[in-house]
C-alpha cells in the first residue's frame, strides 16, 4: 500500500471514531443528563416517573418523618409555591435537616413521591467573600480600603 | 514584615519574567544574540524567588500570624501544625502562589538541567515560559494577593473547612500542581518548537523527560485525591465525575497522548503537527480546568471560592495564551515537514489509535462536563453524572485497553497482522476461557461494563508483561520495564474497578449497641458508642469488633464535630485485607436509641490505587532509564574522544 | 483541505471561550430566591442578640417608613465586609434592624464592637427558623420592608459599596 492510501485510511478511521463518539454522547447526555426541577416546575411541567433529574428546594419545617426501619425518610419539598414529598434511604449529610436548602437526585415514582438516591445539602453556610482579598479596615471610619 | 518580603520576591520575580521575555525576544528576532547569555541566569533567579516567596507564606501559617488576612481567614492557632502547614495551599491565593512557584522553579530547571536543545528553541522555551508566568504573576498580583494584611489583626483565624484537615490533603493538591503546572514546560516547549520551526525527533527527545516527569506527577496526584476522595467523603465511592476531579483527569488524558506521541516523533520522527498540538492542548487543559474551578461557573462538591471577577482574569489569561498558541500553530505549521511514512500494521498506527481513543476520551469528559454550562446558555439546568460518563467512557477505555494490549507487541515501522495476532494468541485465550467461566458462574448478575471490565484487565495484564517475555530479564532496559509496569499497572487498576463495581455488598442498617450485624461473610458487633475528644474537634465514636471467622478486630468508625466553623463529618472506618476492604459510616442517632451504619464489604478495591501507583512508577521507571542511558552514551563518546 | 484542521482547534476554542464568557456573565441564578417578595413578612417574635439594643418582632418592622433587615452572623466573614456599607446607609438615615442567625450574645457583641452597629433592634434566630420563614437561604442577606411590612425586594449576599445606591432607591420605591 502506498503511504497516501495509509494516510486516508487513518484520517477516515479517526473522522468515523470522531462522529462515532459525538452521535454516542449526543444520544448518552439525552439520556443521561439530569434536569433540574423546583417543585413549581414539577407541578406546572410534570415529570414522567422514572426519569432521572434533581430536586430543589427548602425542606419543609415538620416534613421530617423518619421509617421503623430507621434509615428512611420521608420530607416535604417545597420552595414556596408548590411542595413535593420526597423518600430517601441512607445516612442523609450533616447539613441537611428540615428548613435547610437541598438538592435531591432521583426519580418519582407512579405515585408522584421523589425517590432521592442521593441528598446534595448546600455546602457551606457561608457565602464567600468577594472583595474581602485585599482590603483593609478601619476601625474607627468604618470603611474597607484596597491595601496600598 | 515575612509578608512585605514575600510580595517584594513575588514583584522581582514577575520584573524578571518580564525582563526573561525581552531578552529572548530581543536576543533571537531583534539581532542581539549577546542579550541571550543572561536568560537562564534569569530564569534560576525567577525560580528561586518564587520559592522565597512561598517559603514564607507557609512560615506565615506557621507562625499563625493573624494580621495576614490570608491567615486569617484560612486558619486557627489551635490547628495541628500539619493542616497549618497544609493550610497554605488550601485556599485560592495560596493554591495559585503554588501554581506561580512551580511554573518558577520548572522553569528554573528547564534553564539549568536541559542539555540536549538546540541553543536557540532552548531560549525560545524559556521566552515562553516567562511570557506564560507573567499572566499568573499579574493575576496572583492584582487579584489574589497572598500577603494582603488585616488591620486590626482578628484575636484568632476562621479555621480550615473540616473535610479539608486531613493528611491526605496535606499531599495530593500539590503533588497534583506539580503535574498540573509541570506541563507548562510542555507546552513552552511547543512554542519555542515552532517559533524556531525545529520540530524533530531531537526536539522530542528534549521534551519527552519533561512530559514523563510531569506526567507521574500528575498521576500520583490523581490517584492520590481519589483515595482521599474515596475515605473522606464517606460516601464509598472513588470517583464522582464532579467538575474538580474531571478538571484533573482532562490534562492527564491529553498528556498521555502526549506521552505516546511523543515517543513516536523521538523514534520514528513522525507525527509532528499532532505532538506539538498535543503538547499545547495538554497544558490548556491545565488552564481550563483551573478556569471551571476556580470561577465558579460549575457547581461542585469541592467549591473553591466562587468570584466572577477572577474568573474574567482567567478567562482573559486562557483566551490569550491557548488561543496565542493555536494561532502560533496555525501559522507556523504549515511550514514545519511533514513527518516520515509508516505502514498500516506498524507499532505507529497502534500509537495513533491510543492517540485518537484517548483524545475521544478527552472530548466525551469535556463536553459532559460543559454541556451543563451549554444547556444553561438556552435557560435549562442539568447536571451530568456518573451515568453519562460510565455509559461512554467506559467502552473507550476498554478498548483503548485493547490497544495497550496489542501496542508493544508490534513492531515499529512494518508488522505483519498474522504475527501480531499470534503474539496476542495466550491473552486471547485467557479472554476467552474467562468469558465462558464467567458466564456460567455470574451471567446476569453482574453488569456489562464490570463484566467486561474483569475480562480486558486479565488478559489485557497476561499482555503487558508479554514484552518480558524470552528476554533477559536483568539486561531488559529500564524504560522497557518503566512501559511493562505502567501498562500492568493499566490493567490491575482496571481490574479493582471492576470487581468493585461487580462484587461490592452493601448493607444500611439502624442497630442498638449491643446489636450482631451479617454482612458479606463478616460479622459486626457494634459494643458501644464513646465520646472522644480530638485536637480541634470532638466526635461520637462507634467501637465494634469485626471478624469473618478468624481473630476479631476493633474498628471506630466517628461522626465528627468541629467548632470552627461548625461543621458535622463522618470518619469512615476502613479495614484493609488482602482481597478487598470493609468500609463503616458512622450516621446519627434515630428513635430508640439505634444508630444509622453503613457498610460495604469492597472486593479487591484497593487495586484501583495499586495500579494507579504501578503507573506512577512505571513512568518514573522510564524517565531515570533514558536519562541514565542518555547520560552513559555521553560519558562513553567522551571517554572514546580521550 | 489541511489548512481547516490546522485552523479547526482555533476556531473551535474560540467558541468554548464565548460560551465561558456567557456562563460568567449571566446573572447567577443558582441561589435559592425568597417566593415573599411582595407579600407580607411571616410572623415572628425573637429574643434580644445583643445587649444593648432591645429584641425584634415582626410587628416592629411595619412603621409606616420603609426599613431594611439585615440576615447576619458574627461567624461570618462577608458580613463584617459589608459592616461600613451599612454604617454608610445608617448615616443616610436609613433605619435597620438585624436577625443574627445561629448566633450568641457575647459574639454579636464582640462583633458589633469590632465593626460598628448600624442596627435599632436586632433579634437572634439560634435556629435559622425565621431565616427560612423568611426564604433566605444564607448569610448575609438583606432585606427592603415597606412601611406596610411587606417584603419588597431580597438582596443576596453581602452589600457592596456599589450596592448602596441601589439599596437606597429601593426603599424610595417602597414608600
Same mark, same amino acid.
Given at each position: 500500500?502506498?503511504?497516501?492510501?495509509?494516510?486516508?485510511?487513518?484520517?477516515?478511521?479517526?473522522?468515523?471514531?470522531?462522529?462515532?463518539?459525538?452521535?454516542?454522547?449526543?444520544?448518552?447526555?439525552?439520556?443521561?443528563?439530569?434536569?433540574?426541577?423546583?417543585?413549581?416546575?414539577?407541578?406546572?411541567?410534570?415529570?414522567?416517573?422514572?426519569?432521572?433529574?434533581?430536586?430543589?428546594?427548602?425542606?419543609?419545617?415538620?416534613?421530617?418523618?423518619?421509617?421503623?426501619?430507621?434509615?428512611?425518610?420521608?420530607?416535604?419539598?417545597?420552595?414556596?409555591?408548590?411542595?413535593?414529598?420526597?423518600?430517601?434511604?441512607g445516612?442523609?449529610?450533616?447539613?441537611?435537616?428540615?428548613?435547610s436548602?437541598v438538592?435531591?437526585?432521583?426519580?418519582?415514582?407512579?405515585?408522584?413521591?421523589?425517590?432521592?438516591?442521593?441528598?446534595?445539602?448546600?455546602h457551606d453556610?457561608r457565602?464567600?467573600?468577594?472583595?474581602?482579598?485585599?482590603?483593609?479596615?478601619?476601625?474607627?471610619?468604618?470603611?474597607?480600603?484596597?491595601?496600598? | 514584615?515575612?509578608?512585605?518580603?514575600?510580595?517584594?520576591?513575588?514583584?522581582?520575580?514577575?520584573?524578571?519574567?518580564?525582563?526573561?521575555?525581552f531578552?529572548?525576544?530581543?536576543?533571537?528576532?531583534?539581532?542581539?544574540?549577546?542579550l541571550?547569555?543572561?536568560?537562564?541566569?534569569?530564569?534560576?533567579?525567577?525560580?528561586?524567588?518564587t520559592?522565597?516567596? *512561598?517559603?514564607?507564606?507557609?512560615?506565615?501559617?506557621?507562625?499563625?500570624?493573624?494580621?495576614?488576612?490570608?491567615?486569617?481567614?484560612?486558619?486557627?492557632?489551635?490547628?495541628?501544625?500539619?493542616?497549618? *502547614?497544609?493550610?497554605?495551599?488550601?485556599?485560592?491565593?495560596?493554591?495559585?502562589?503554588?501554581?506561580?512557584?512551580?511554573?518558577?522553579?520548572?522553569?528554573?530547571?528547564?534553564?539549568?538541567?536541559?542539555?540536549?536543545?538546540?541553543?536557540?528553541?532552548?531560549?525560545?522555551?524559556?521566552?515562553?515560559?516567562?511570557?506564560?508566568?507573567?499572566?499568573?504573576y499579574?493575576?496572583?498580583?492584582?487579584?489574589?494577593?497572598?500577603?494582603?494584611?488585616?488591620?486590626?489583626?482578628?484575636?484568632?483565624?476562621?479555621?480550615?473547612?473540616?473535610?479539608?484537615?486531613?493528611?491526605?490533603?496535606?499531599?495530593?493538591?500539590?503533588?497534583?500542581?506539580?503535574?498540573?503546572?509541570?506541563?507548562?514546560?510542555?507546552?513552552?516547549f511547543?512554542?519555542?518548537?515552532?517559533?524556531?520551526?525545529?520540530?524533530?525527533a531531537?526536539?522530542?527527545?528534549?521534551?519527552?523527560?519533561?512530559?514523563?516527569?510531569?506526567?507521574?506527577?500528575?498521576?500520583?496526584?490523581?490517584?492520590?485525591g481519589?483515595y482521599?476522595?474515596?475515605?473522606?467523603?464517606?460516601?464509598?465511592?472513588?470517583?464522582?465525575?464532579?467538575?474538580?476531579?474531571?478538571?484533573?483527569?482532562?490534562?492527564?488524558?491529553?498528556?498521555?497522548?502526549?506521552?505516546?506521541?511523543?515517543?513516536?516523533?523521538?523514534?520514528?520522527?513522525?507525527?509532528?503537527?499532532?505532538?506539538v498540538?498535543?503538547?499545547?492542548?495538554?497544558?490548556?487543559?491545565?488552564?481550563?480546568?483551573?478556569f471551571?474551578?476556580?470561577?465558579?461557573?460549575?457547581?461542585?462538591?469541592?467549591?473553591?471560592?466562587?468570584?466572577?471577577?477572577?474568573?474574567?482574569?482567567?478567562?482573559?489569561?486562557?483566551?490569550?495564551?491557548?488561543?496565542?498558541?493555536?494561532?502560533? *500553530?496555525?501559522?507556523?505549521?504549515?511550514?514545519?515537514?511533514?513527518?516520515a511514512?509508516?505502514?498500516?500494521?506498524?507499532?505507529?498506527?497502534?500509537?495513533?489509535?491510543?492517540?485518537?481513543?484517548?483524545?475521544?476520551i478527552?472530548?466525551?469528559?469535556?463536553?459532559?462536563?460543559?454541556?451543563?454550562?451549554?444547556?444553561?446558555?438556552?435557560g435549562?439546568?442539568?447536571?451530568?453524572?456518573?451515568?453519562?460518563?460510565?455509559?461512554?467512557?467506559?467502552?473507550?477505555?476498554?478498548a483503548?485497553?485493547?490497544?495497550?494490549?496489542?501496542?508493544?507487541?508490534?513492531?515499529?515501522?512494518?508488522?505483519?497482522?498474522?504475527?501480531?495476532?499470534?503474539?496476542?494468541?495466550?491473552?486471547?485465550?485467557?479472554?476467552?476461557?474467562?468469558?465462558?467461566?464467567?458466564?456460567?458462574?455470574?451471567?446476569?448478575?453482574?453488569?456489562?461494563?464490570?463484566?467486561?471490565?474483569?475480562?480486558?484487565?486479565?488478559?489485557?495484564?497476561?499482555a503487558?508483561?508479554?514484552?518480558?517475555?524470552?528476554?533477559?530479564?536483568?539486561?531488559?532496559?529500564?524504560?522497557?520495564?518503566?512501559?511493562?509496569?505502567?501498562h500492568?499497572?493499566?490493567?490491575?487498576?482496571?481490574?479493582?474497578?471492576?470487581?468493585?463495581?461487580?462484587?461490592?455488598?452493601?448493607?444500611?442498617?439502624?442497630?442498638?449497641?449491643?446489636?450482631?450485624?451479617?454482612t458479606?461473610?463478616?460479622?459486626?458487633?457494634?459494643?458501644?458508642?464513646?465520646?472522644?475528644?480530638?485536637?480541634?474537634?470532638?466526635?461520637?465514636?462507634?467501637?465494634m469488633?469485626?471478624d469473618?471467622?478468624?481473630?476479631?478486630?476493633?474498628?471506630?468508625?466517628?461522626?465528627?464535630? *468541629?467548632?470552627?466553623?461548625?461543621?458535622?463529618?463522618?470518619?469512615?472506618?476502613?479495614?484493609?485485607?488482602?482481597?478487598?476492604?470493609?468500609?463503616?459510616?458512622?450516621?446519627?442517632?434515630?428513635?430508640?436509641?439505634?444508630?444509622?451504619?453503613?457498610?460495604?464489604?469492597?472486593?479487591?478495591?484497593?487495586?484501583?490505587?495499586?495500579?494507579?501507583?504501578?503507573?506512577?512508577?512505571?513512568g518514573?521507571?522510564?524517565?531515570?532509564?533514558?536519562?541514565?542511558?542518555?547520560?552513559?552514551?555521553?560519558?562513553?563518546?567522551?571517554?572514546?574522544?580521550? | 483541505?489541511?489548512?481547516?484542521?490546522?485552523?479547526?482547534?482555533?476556531?473551535?476554542?474560540?467558541?468554548?471561550?464565548?460560551?465561558?464568557?456567557?456562563?460568567?456573565?449571566?446573572?447567577?441564578?443558582?441561589?435559592?430566591?425568597?417566593?415573599?417578595?411582595g407579600?407580607?413578612?411571616?410572623?415572628?417574635?425573637?429574643?434580644?442578640?445583643?445587649?444593648?439594643?432591645?429584641?425584634?418582632?415582626?410587628?416592629?418592622?411595619?412603621?409606616?417608613?420603609?426599613?431594611?433587615?439585615?440576615?447576619?452572623?458574627?461567624?461570618?466573614?462577608?458580613?463584617?465586609?459589608?459592616a461600613?456599607?451599612l454604617?454608610?446607609?445608617?448615616?443616610?438615615?436609613?433605619?435597620?434592624?438585624?436577625?443574627?442567625?445561629?448566633?450568641?450574645?457575647?459574639?454579636?457583641d464582640?462583633?458589633?464592637?469590632r465593626?460598628?452597629?448600624?442596627?435599632?433592634?436586632?433579634?437572634?434566630?439560634?435556629?435559622?427558623?425565621?431565616?427560612?420563614?423568611?426564604?433566605?437561604?444564607g448569610?448575609?442577606?438583606?432585606?427592603?420592608?415597606?412601611g406596610?411590612?411587606?417584603?419588597?425586594?431580597?438582596?443576596?449576599?453581602?452589600?457592596r459599596?456599589?450596592?448602596?445606591?441601589?439599596?437606597?432607591?429601593?426603599?424610595?420605591?417602597?414608600?
Amino acid at each position: 500500500m502506498k503511504a497516501k492510501h495509509q494516510r486516508l485510511i487513518l484520517a477516515l478511521a479517526a473522522l468515523v471514531a470522531i462522529i462515532g463518539a459525538g452521535l454516542l454522547a449526543v444520544s448518552a447526555l439525552k439520556d443521561e443528563a439530569a434536569y433540574f426541577y423546583a417543585p413549581a416546575d414539577v407541578k406546572a411541567k410534570g415529570v414522567e416517573p422514572g426519569k432521572a433529574i434533581r430536586l430543589g428546594g427548602m425542606v419543609v419545617g415538620g416534613s421530617l418523618k423518619r421509617a421503623a426501619d430507621g434509615v428512611t425518610i420521608r420530607f416535604d419539598v417545597t420552595d414556596g409555591k408548590a411542595t413535593v414529598p420526597a423518600m430517601f434511604s441512607g445516612i442523609a449529610p450533616d447539613l441537611f435537616k428540615e428548613g435547610s436548602g437541598v438538592v435531591a437526585e432521583g426519580s418519582f415514582d407512579a405515585k408522584g413521591t421523589f425517590i432521592a438516591t442521593n441528598l446534595l445539602a448546600k455546602h457551606d453556610e457561608r457565602y464567600m467573600p468577594r472583595e474581602l482579598e485585599g482590603m483593609n479596615y478601619n476601625a474607627s471610619t468604618h470603611e474597607m480600603k484596597a491595601e496600598q | 514584615m515575612i509578608a512585605e518580603t514575600g510580595l517584594a520576591a513575588l514583584w522581582l520575580a514577575a520584573a524578571l519574567a518580564l525582563l526573561q521575555l525581552f531578552l529572548a525576544f530581543a536576543g533571537l528576532k531583534g539581532g542581539k544574540p549577546d542579550l541571550l547569555v543572561a536568560v537562564r541566569p534569569a530564569a534560576v533567579a525567577q525560580g528561586v524567588l518564587t520559592a522565597i516567596a *512561598f517559603a514564607l507564606l507557609i512560615t506565615l501559617f506557621l507562625r499563625s500570624d493573624m494580621s495576614v488576612l490570608l491567615v486569617a481567614t484560612n486558619s486557627h492557632s489551635m490547628k495541628p501544625w500539619l493542616y497549618k *502547614f497544609a493550610g497554605t495551599w488550601g485556599n485560592h491565593e495560596g493554591s495559585m502562589l503554588l501554581w506561580v512557584t512551580v511554573m518558577g522553579v520548572a522553569g528554573a530547571a528547564v534553564a539549568l538541567f536541559e542539555r540536549a536543545l538546540r541553543r536557540d528553541t532552548h531560549m525560545a522555551t524559556l521566552g515562553g515560559q516567562a511570557a506564560i508566568s507573567l499572566g499568573f504573576y499579574a493575576f496572583l498580583l492584582f487579584s489574589s494577593n497572598p500577603f494582603a494584611r488585616i488591620d486590626p489583626a482578628p484575636a484568632d483565624g476562621q479555621g480550615l473547612n473540616p473535610l479539608l484537615q486531613d493528611p491526605g490533603l496535606a499531599f495530593h493538591p500539590p503533588t497534583l500542581y506539580l503535574g498540573y503546572v509541570g506541563l507548562s514546560v510542555a507546552f513552552s516547549f511547543a512554542i519555542g518548537a515552532l517559533l524556531t520551526r525545529q520540530v524533530d525527533a531531537a526536539f522530542a527527545r528534549a521534551m519527552r523527560p519533561w512530559v514523563l516527569g510531569a506526567w507521574v506527577l500528575l498521576t500520583l496526584g490523581i490517584t492520590a485525591g481519589s483515595y482521599w476522595a474515596y475515605y473522606e467523603l464517606g460516601w464509598g465511592g472513588w470517583w464522582f465525575w464532579d467538575p474538580v476531579e474531571n478538571a484533573s483527569l482532562m490534562p492527564w488524558l491529553a498528556a498521555t497522548a502526549l506521552l505516546h506521541s511523543v515517543t513516536v516523533l523521538a523514534t520514528r520522527d513522525a507525527l509532528r503537527a499532532w505532538t506539538v498540538m498535543l503538547a499545547v492542548i495538554a497544558f490548556s487543559m491545565s488552564m481550563v480546568g483551573t478556569f471551571l474551578v476556580r470561577s465558579g461557573i460549575l457547581t461542585s462538591v469541592h467549591a473553591f471560592a466562587v468570584d466572577p471577577t477572577r474568573g474574567s482574569f482567567i478567562l482573559v489569561l486562557l483566551a490569550l495564551y491557548i488561543g496565542g498558541a493555536l494561532a502560533l *500553530f496555525g501559522w507556523r505549521i504549515g511550514s514545519v515537514r511533514e513527518g516520515a511514512p509508516f505502514e498500516l500494521v506498524s507499532r505507529e498506527t497502534m500509537l495513533v489509535a491510543n492517540n485518537l481513543l484517548l483524545s475521544v476520551i478527552l472530548g466525551v469528559v469535556l463536553i459532559g462536563t460543559l454541556y451543563p454550562l451549554m444547556t444553561e446558555a438556552f435557560g435549562h439546568k442539568v447536571s451530568v453524572g456518573a451515568p453519562y460518563f460510565d455509559r461512554i467512557a467506559g467502552p473507550l477505555a476498554l478498548a483503548l485497553m485493547v490497544v495497550l494490549a496489542a501496542g508493544p507487541l508490534t513492531r515499529w515501522r512494518r508488522d505483519r497482522a498474522a504475527a501480531v495476532c499470534k503474539r496476542l494468541l495466550i491473552p486471547a485465550a485467557i479472554a476467552i476461557l474467562l468469558f465462558v467461566s464467567l458466564s456460567l458462574l455470574a451471567w446476569g448478575r453482574i453488569g456489562l461494563l464490570p463484566f467486561l471490565g474483569l475480562i480486558v484487565a486479565v488478559s489485557v495484564g497476561a499482555a503487558s508483561i508479554a514484552p518480558l517475555w524470552k528476554r533477559n530479564l536483568l539486561r531488559t532496559p529500564l524504560f522497557t520495564w518503566g512501559m511493562v509496569i505502567a501498562h500492568l499497572g493499566c490493567a490491575v487498576s482496571l481490574a479493582g474497578m471492576a470487581c468493585d463495581s461487580a462484587f461490592t455488598v452493601e448493607k444500611l442498617v439502624a442497630a442498638r449497641p449491643g446489636d450482631t450485624i451479617q454482612t458479606a461473610g463478616w460479622t459486626l458487633r457494634f459494643a458501644r458508642i464513646v465520646p472522644i475528644a480530638g485536637d480541634n474537634w470532638t466526635a461520637l465514636q462507634a467501637d465494634m469488633r469485626v471478624d469473618r471467622g478468624g481473630a476479631p478486630v476493633m474498628i471506630h468508625p466517628q461522626s465528627r464535630f *468541629f467548632a470552627s466553623p461548625p461543621t458535622t463529618t463522618s470518619e469512615a472506618a476502613l479495614l484493609t485485607r488482602w482481597n478487598g476492604q470493609l468500609y463503616v459510616v458512622l450516621g446519627e442517632e434515630v428513635e430508640g436509641g439505634r444508630w444509622q451504619i453503613r457498610i460495604w464489604w469492597k472486593p479487591f478495591v484497593t487495586l484501583i490505587w495499586l495500579g494507579g501507583v504501578m503507573i506512577a512508577l512505571g513512568g518514573a521507571l522510564a524517565l531515570v532509564g533514558r536519562e541514565r542511558r542518555g547520560w552513559l552514551l555521553k560519558w562513553r563518546a567522551r571517554r572514546a574522544a580521550a | 483541505m489541511r489548512t481547516i484542521w490546522i485552523w479547526l482547534p482555533l476556531g473551535l476554542f474560540l467558541a468554548f471561550v464565548g460560551l465561558f464568557a456567557s456562563g460568567l456573565f449571566k446573572p447567577d441564578d443558582r441561589v435559592i430566591h425568597s417566593r415573599l417578595v411582595g407579600q407580607p413578612l411571616p410572623a415572628f417574635t425573637l429574643p434580644a442578640a445583643a445587649s444593648d439594643r432591645p429584641a425584634l418582632a415582626s410587628s416592629d418592622l411595619a412603621t409606616g417608613k420603609p426599613r431594611l433587615l439585615n440576615i447576619f452572623a458574627s461567624w461570618c466573614v462577608p458580613c463584617a465586609a459589608e459592616a461600613p456599607q451599612l454604617m454608610a446607609l445608617k448615616q443616610a438615615g436609613v433605619a435597620i434592624d438585624a436577625i443574627a442567625i445561629r448566633d450568641a450574645r457575647p459574639d454579636v457583641d464582640g462583633f458589633l464592637r469590632r465593626y460598628g452597629n448600624p442596627y435599632a433592634r436586632i433579634g437572634l434566630d439560634a435556629r435559622s427558623g425565621v431565616q427560612i420563614a423568611l426564604g433566605s437561604s444564607g448569610v448575609p442577606e438583606t432585606f427592603v420592608i415597606d412601611g406596610r411590612g411587606r417584603i419588597a425586594y431580597q438582596h443576596i449576599g453581602d452589600i457592596r459599596a456599589d450596592d448602596v445606591p441601589m439599596l437606597l432607591a429601593r426603599l424610595r420605591d417602597a414608600q
